[in-house]
């Protein structure tokens, strides 16, 4: 990394699309000199040793590097192809309706391909937890002028796994005194979970400078990241099954691989002029690309009764219970962007001020599509000892034509009864079938001057075109799909004006006062926005898009204190204002159902302050060999939010609570951050070591009745490194 810093004083020159603050990173291009590493590392946690007992995919045929074979979809069910619609029970005559017929040979092959799928995690054995990284880059002389490189690659294999996990879905049951909402329990259900991910990565940098006012460099990233997961969840039934009145037990099993990845490159270009003043212009071109795949995430669902039956009766399907479903999603999104900035320096203007303009253009579009398959077996009921195998389902005794009844000889087609097994159906939709488009265009100014000594003043305004679309798109033709409402909105054409005035002033060589008030945006993901409604295997329920949502404009002031009081030293105080007009939010629709959805709220604000301080141990006098070279960091930040609940929302609560306020806390807000080091570094010995804590207030996670909040998840952290030789370092980890 060449340098890292947070958008503060400059922001117009970046896009105006964030809501609290950016940090720009940028890579370094030039070495100092050549420059090699190596690093190998491995783990294991209290939860997963390796060695130790997890749950696997036993049909997964993935590699060690998380590539994915075997999972395509049937050849006959890709392209155009409508498969029919069967029922368990069928009149026909073979031999005068031989494509109904074909239609259920079919059904069977369909059924039995599926079928050789495991929709039930095993036990496995937990491989070590490993990672490795490599690095080097050097500088060369070209043509008189310094050609340079960094090149490095990344690779890390984890497994994270829990076995005492709690999924719960709660109701209200009216409100206290207090006015609190009093929450009832619905549902309880255990959970185990396993996930092994694995991360591929690298970059390529590659700058040339020529002379000492030109610079161009190009640099390229790619990321692979797969992760399988495999999850149990059961427990009591909140429905009734069977109609027996035995004691219930639901049980979900999920099995699924998920691969992501990104591509990307960036050309940039940096020159100055000194025969024009030293006017610089800085331009740059990029391009990314990334990919979804998910194939065959599997999901099986089935009740066990116990009691009047004498067994352990296992119930797939029906009414009461989630098909056996299979999904397959792809999604590909591209990137592309140009960037001009022009910079004229104070020099140039006679010491007035010194004058940056500049523009950016942004294309992104993504395609999603999705296939959904489900096996139907229409509450099947299996006694004995094999209702406690799932394989039973998926037995030949479940599958294809289970019995043909002779034709009635008085019907004159002379048709036969035929008894079906489980039945086969494409349940795609077309709206999970999405494009989308996003065009940005943007122009800003601003300008940097000295209206005194020690007071700086940064203002400036920016121009954005937003322009967002989704259009929901027929799967065998691939056409976009007219809305049914007519007053649907499925574009989002606005243009902002967001001007940003920032003032600093230097009390003192080591302390600043600052001051900024800014506007800024932020744009609904397509994901937020896409009639697209995903099931969400632990809730047992779906979290859909919106496209009603707008964009939210958010109004930012802020006041900074700040004291460098020794090198490397900081002590700061600050307060922030935001107001933000349609802010997002994921809310509840129907906790029986467990339906979400995300959607704009009128208006939000947040007021807060922030404590910073990092001071090494000598300051305050502390002396020794090993207190000298102590530091101590802590950053404490308080917020209140607060939002204007809207007439829906609020006539929701009101049926709970007449009295129920028109104000809460803003979604996934915390009241109070808190993050707290205690850091040793010892450049003589080579040796480094530091204690991290970080811990947020409980906030609210999702909206609803009654509200779902994320209670506090204390993080304890240690790390530690000891340089053995000039080139060899080791290093522990352990993380709470």
Not at 635 to 664: H, Q, W
């Amino acid at each position: 990394i060449g340098s890292c810093g947070d958008v503060l004083e400059h922001p117009r020159c970046v896009t105006g699309s964030f809501s609290g603050g950016l940090v720009d990173i940028n890579t370094r291009s030039f070495p100092e000199q050549m420059t090699a590493s190596l690093s190998v590392s491995t783990g294991a946690s209290t939860l997963v040793t390796p060695g130790g007992e997890i749950l696997v995919d036993p049909t997964a045929s993935v590699s060690y590097f998380g590539t994915a074979t075997d999972f395509e979809i049937p050849a006959e069910l890709q392209g155009d192809r409508v498969l029919p619609v069967l029922s368990r029970q069928l009149r026909l005559n073979p031999e005068a309706d031989p494509e109904l017929l074909a239609d259920i040979q079919l059904n069977e092959r369909l059924v039995d391909a599926f079928g050789s799928r495991s929709v039930a995690p095993e036990a496995g054995t937990a491989a070590p937890n490993v990672s490795a990284s490599g690095a080097f880059g050097n500088r060369f002389n070209v043509l008189g002028n310094d050609l340079g490189f960094i090149v490095s690659g990344t690779f890390d294999r984890g497994v994270s796994s829990y076995d005492e996990g709690i999924v719960g879905r709660y109701g209200t049951a009216g409100e206290n005194e207090d006015g609190q909402q009093l929450p009832q329990l619905r549902q309880r259900r255990n959970d185990q979970r396993t996930t092994i991910a694995s991360n591929l990565g690298g970059i390529a940098n590659a700058a040339y400078r020529i002379g000492q006012f030109n610079e161009v460099s190009l640099n390229t990233l790619f990321s692979r990241n797969a992760e399988s997961e495999a999850r149990f969840i059961s427990g009591p039934a909140p429905f009734p099954i069977g109609g027996t009145g035995d004691p219930i037990t639901v049980t979900d099993r999920v099995v699924g691989h998920t691969e992501r990845q990104l591509a990307s490159a960036a050309l940039r270009g940096r020159h100055e002029f000194p025969g024009a003043g030293g006017i610089g212009v800085e331009w740059r071109g990029s391009y990314a690309a990334t990919e979804l795949n998910e194939p065959d995430l599997r999901f099986f669902a089935n009740a066990n009764l116990t009691g009047a039956s004498g067994g352990n009766d296992l119930v797939v399907g029906g009414a009461s219970l989630n098909n056996t479903l299979h999904f397959f999603r792809e999604s590909t999104e591209t990137l592309g962007g140009l960037g001009l900035d022009l910079t004229i320096p104070e020099r140039t203007l006679g010491g007035i001020a010194q004058i940056k303009v500049g523009g950016l253009y942004e294309n992104t579009a993504r395609d999603f599509r999705e296939r959904r398959f489900e096996i139907l077996s229409e509450g099947l009921q299996l006694g004995g000892e094999d209702a406690e195998s799932v394989d039973a389902f998926f037995s030949e005794a479940n599958s294809g034509v289970l019995e043909v009844l002779p034709a009635n000889p008085r019907d004159p087609q002379q048709r036969q009864t035929y008894l079906l097994g489980n039945i086969f159906r494409d349940g795609t939709q077309d709206n999970n079938q999405y494009d989308g488009g996003l065009d940005v265009a943007a122009g800003y100014a601003m300008a940097e001057f000295s209206l005194i000594d020690r007071l700086r003043v940064i203002a400036g305004a920016r121009y954005e075109r937003t322009d967002l679309s989704i259009d929901v798109v027929n799967r065998l033709t691939g056409e976009a799909v007219a809305p049914e409402d007519p007053d649907f909105s499925n574009q989002i054409d606005e243009n902002d004006i967001l001007p940003s005035l920032n003032i600093v002033y230097a009390l003192t060589d080591k302390m600043n006062l600052r001051t900024a008030a800014t506007r800024t945006l932020a744009r609904p993901t397509f994901r937020e926005i896409a009639p697209f409604c995903a099931f969400d295997f632990g809730t047992d329920g779906e979290l859909c898009g919106n496209p009603e949502l707008n964009r939210t404009l958010i109004s930012n002031l802020d006041l900074r204190w700040e004291w460098f009081n020794t090198p490397g030293s900081l002590l700061a105080a600050s307060l922030y204002y935001k107001d933000l007009e349609s802010p997002i939010e994921r809310v509840i629709i129907d906790n029986d159902n467990g339906l979400q959805e995300f959607q704009n709220v009128p208006n939000a604000t947040i007021l807060g302050a922030e404590f910073e301080a990092r001071q090494r141990l000598e300051t305050f006098g502390l002396t020794g060999p090993v207190l000298r070279n102590l530091s101590l960091g802590g950053n404490l930040t308080v917020t209140r939010s607060e939002i204007t609940i809207g007439e829906t929302e609020l006539a929701e609560r009101r049926t709970v609570n007449p009295d129920a306020a028109d104000t809460r806390p803003l979604q996934g807000q915390s009241p109070f951050l808190v993050n707290l080091d205690l850091a040793y570094g010892n450049d003589r010995s080579g040796t480094t070591a530091g204690v991290y804590l970080n811990v947020f207030g409980r906030r609210l996670s999702r909206v609803g009745v009654p509200d779902v909040y994320e209670n506090p998840s204390p993080q304890l952290d240690f790390v530690a490194s000891q340089k053995l030789l000039d080139q060899v370092k080791v290093k522990l980890s352990i993380k709470n």
